[in-house]
């Protein structure tokens, strides 16, 4: 008696579980299905997607504006426009004696 009661409660369990899956499948719209989103759904909280090309053509700006300074830097200094002058060679002198 006992084995037919349960066998009796599994089967009304499997028929309402089977019930509510033709529901769901012969409905409009599934109960539990929502809309995906993979964001936030405000456009403008969504992260941008990086540009690899103006990354790196600002890069490349940079690196020709290092460059010209570069350029300017060697000319003056090829130039002659520089003066070096050494006005305590004596006190130079006394440290370099000192040290031998």
Do not use: C
């Amino acid at each position: 008696m006992r084995r037919h009661a349960l066998l009796n409660g599994l089967l009304t369990l499997n028929a309402i579980l089977m019930a509510g899956v033709l529901w769901t499948q012969l409905s409009d719209r599934p109960i539990f299905a929502g809309k995906a989103t993979a964001g936030p759904a405000d456009p403008a909280l969504a992260p941008s997607i990086p540009n690899a090309a103006d990354q790196r053509q600002k890069i490349v700006d940079e690196l020709r504006g290092i460059k010209a300074s570069m350029e300017s830097l060697k000319q003056s200094i090829q130039g002659g426009t520089y003066k070096v002058e050494v006005t305590n060679f004596s006190a130079m002198n006394a440290a370099n004696d000192k040290k031998n």
